[in-house]
């Protein structure tokens, strides 16, 4: 059976990231995802791993201690973790999955039969050598998105452009009964569907809700201390429902007559679109979003994009007279086109052409 050893730059989450999407769908394939350890604490390195599925276990990295905590390189102690690891398991020339610069120190070292450096954010932070000794080092980069595709191709000929992708199931859009937290709801909603980050800019749902206070705005997702969030609460058309399983995610989109994207103002993301924007497509609903300056503006025939809160508020009302016509249509067709499976297919189609599974 093939094999892929995973160095994820995120924790396994029962809110699953790229990562996470991609390889829990790798089927008769054995993968050890590798989660980095959340803190200097963290000792979890000392458990068995946790089989989460046939074919997938989850494992915590070692700790990284000293000055480069805690997006460090990969220290002495986690590559001799990860050399008994492919050892405890009997790996044999293994895939060896990066979706992090800090990983470079395990290619060349852990025998694997091939490379991937997934790049799914901006890594700029970083010292720019490890990124580029990775994609030198790497078989194959994926990107998500053009911007990081071009950052890129200087180090490598083999980019390929893999943008996130979407979760809910179209299928069941129809019948989805509205959540208890939304009941008699009246007026138009409009929702936010994500982490309300403390950075993240509020000021276009704010300005949204004053002018517009027969509609109804609905903020889903977990809350950090964000200095606009009081003011939010004491709007009457303000709902913040917290955060609720990723199942039941669906049932709150299907309630949305407009789908709104916000912007982090210190966004590591760069021009990554979230899978939130695919998900709003499953919904066939118009999307208004919150434009990052200089950054091109993606799927402009089926996104009210906007330059500033004034504009957002506008178009606002543009997205909520819009009818059931070809923009529905064409939402739902990027969202099939986008779906985790898929992007995940065509991942495995890729390692599997140039001899990688």
């Known amino acids: 059976m093939k094999s892929i050893l995973c160095l994820s730059d995120q924790p396994w989450s029962r809110e699953p990231g790229r990562t996470q999407q991609l390889l829990s769908r790798m089927r008769e394939v054995q993968v050890l995802f590798c989660?980095?350890?959340?803190?200097?604490?963290d000792l979890r390195c000392r458990r068995p791993g946790r089989r989460v599925r046939p074919g997938l276990t989850v494992y915590t990295l070692p700790p990284v201690w000293g000055e480069?905590?805690?997006?460090?390189?990969?220290?002495?102690g986690a590559l001799r973790f990860l050399e008994r690891l492919t050892a405890r398991h009997r790996l044999r020339d293994p895939l060896l999955w990066c979706a992090a610069p800090w990983a470079v120190p395990a290619a060349g070292r852990l025998g694997e039969g091939g490379?991937?450096?997934?790049?799914?954010?901006?890594?700029?932070?970083?010292?720019?050598?490890?990124?580029?000794d990775l994609c030198l080092d790497a078989?194959?980069?994926?990107?998500?998105?053009?911007?990081l595709a071009e950052h890129l191709s200087p180090c490598s000929d083999n980019v390929v452009l893999l943008p996130n992708g979407a979760n809910c199931s179209l299928e069941r859009r129809g019948a989805l009964a509205r959540p208890p937290a939304l009941e008699g709801l009246s007026g138009p909603v409009l929702g936010y569907a994500g982490t309300i980050w403390r950075d993240l800019d509020l000021e276009p749902v704010l300005q949204a809700a004053l002018a517009y206070p027969q509609a109804r705005f609905v903020l889903v997702g977990r809350r950090e201390k964000n200095p606009l969030l009081p003011r939010l609460s004491r709007l009457p058309n303000v709902l913040q429902t917290g955060p609720v399983p990723l199942v039941d995610l669906p049932e709150y989109l299907a309630c949305f007559d407009v789908c709104l994207n916000l912007v982090r103002l210190r966004s590591p993301d760069n021009d990554?679109?979230?899978?939130?924007?695919?998900?709003?497509?499953?919904?066939?609903?118009?999307?208004?979003?919150l434009a990052q300056p200089g950054r091109v503006e993606e799927y402009p025939d089926v996104i009210y994009w906007a330059e500033d809160a004034a504009e957002f508020v506008r178009l606002c009302a543009s997205a909520l007279a819009e009818g059931d016509g070809w923009a529905r249509a064409r939402r739902l067709s990027y969202a099939a086109a986008a779906s985790w499976s898929g992007r995940a297919g065509e991942v495995r189609r890729i390692l599997e052409s140039i001899g990688l599974l």
């Open 35 to 41: 989660e980095p350890a959340q803190g200097p604490l």
């Open 68 to 76: 480069s905590r805690p997006l460090g390189l990969l220290q002495e």
């Open 115 to 132: 490379v991937v450096y997934d790049c799914a954010r901006d890594w700029s932070h970083l010292p720019a050598r490890w990124e580029s």
């Open 139 to 147: 078989d194959v980069s994926f990107a998500a998105s053009p911007e």
């Open 272 to 289: 990554v679109l979230p899978p939130r924007i695919f998900e709003y497509f499953s919904t066939g609903r118009p999307v208004v979003a």
